[in-house]
């Protein structure tokens, strides 16, 4: 199922207010679409606002948890959102955590799994039947990871929750298989953004030399999030069912399926190159 044409569409974007988010409400602003961003950050979100209606687009904005169930269930039952269900669903908040696991506390596996997977199923669980019940053909995109196909060291929740959000959107691919709501998972590779260089998000132990070289190798390596925000379109025009994007997202998907061993063997060394090891 396809949805060629965004004009006046309804996009409804988690975690808009900053990187991969941020870049999609632009790029399906461009398309024609109403954006519907929604963040924890209220300023971001106010900005954000501001730039898509300079292009002459239009952009609502929410500040919402998607990791709060309740704040989540009230967005739903916005007269906005009842009176005409969104066409587009993005899931794409979360949060990273870089840490080994033995050298870092239980605390951040709460808030990681709490906003990067249950920000998923809340996002599903209050719009698909919304979505289901308006008829015609309507997309959620559920931004997992290459983490989510495959992991690297040090990365432990992050890559459960990524991992959770696979499989979740591939159950939901059969039961929603029958529907007029088509399932996509974006799997992004190296993305250059904010995702990285949050203190929060990194274990103590971690030391500043090493966060410098992990940085340094994600601005070297990445690729921007405009990158993934287009390859999102393309997803919703052309029906798609899995989005590989980004740097060695390709490469880790095709590589598992021929051999876990000497995926973990390429992934260990490349992890001891970078030095955050």
């Known amino acids: 199922m396809a949805i060629p044409d965004l004009k006046n569409k309804k996009v409804m974007i988690t975690g808009a207010a900053s990187g991969i988010g941020r870049a999609a409400a632009f790029a399906f602003a461009r398309r024609g679409a109403h954006v519907i961003a929604t963040d924890v ?14 292009l002459g687009a239009v952009c609502m904005i929410h500040q919402v948890d998607v990791s709060n169930h309740d704040e989540m269930q009230s967005l739903a039952e916005h007269p906005y959102m009842k009176q005409k269900p969104i066409d587009v669903l993005i899931n794409n908040a979360g949060i990273g955590y870089l840490g080994s696991f033995l050298q870092s506390d239980l605390a951040h596996w709460r808030r990681v799994m709490d906003i990067n997977l249950m920000g998923v199923v809340h996002g599903c669980h209050h719009f698909i039947p919304q979505m289901i019940q308006a008829g015609g053909v309507r997309h959620v995109l559920n931004v997992a990871s290459v983490a989510g196909i495959y992991p690297s060291p040090g990365m432990g929740a992050y890559a459960a929750s990524k991992q959770a959000v696979f499989g979740f959107s591939e159950v939901l691919k059969m039961e929603l298989a029958d529907s007029n709501v088509h399932i996509t998972t974006v799997c992004p590779g190296i993305i250059n953004t904010a995702i990285t260089r949050s203190p929060g998000n990194i274990s103590p132990s971690i030391s500043g030399e090493k966060i410098e070289r992990l940085q340094a190798y994600y601005k070297a390596s990445g690729c921007e999030p405009e990158r993934v925000a287009e390859a999102m379109v393309r997803a919703v025009q052309k029906g798609q069912d899995l989005v590989l994007v980004g740097p060695f997202a390709k490469l880790v998907f095709h590589l598992k399926r021929l051999s876990l061993r000497l995926m973990r063997h390429v992934i260990l060394r490349d992890a001891r190159k970078i030095g955050y090891l």
């Open 41 to 54: 950050d209220s300023q971001a979100l106010k900005q954000l606002q501001a730039d898509i209606v300079a």
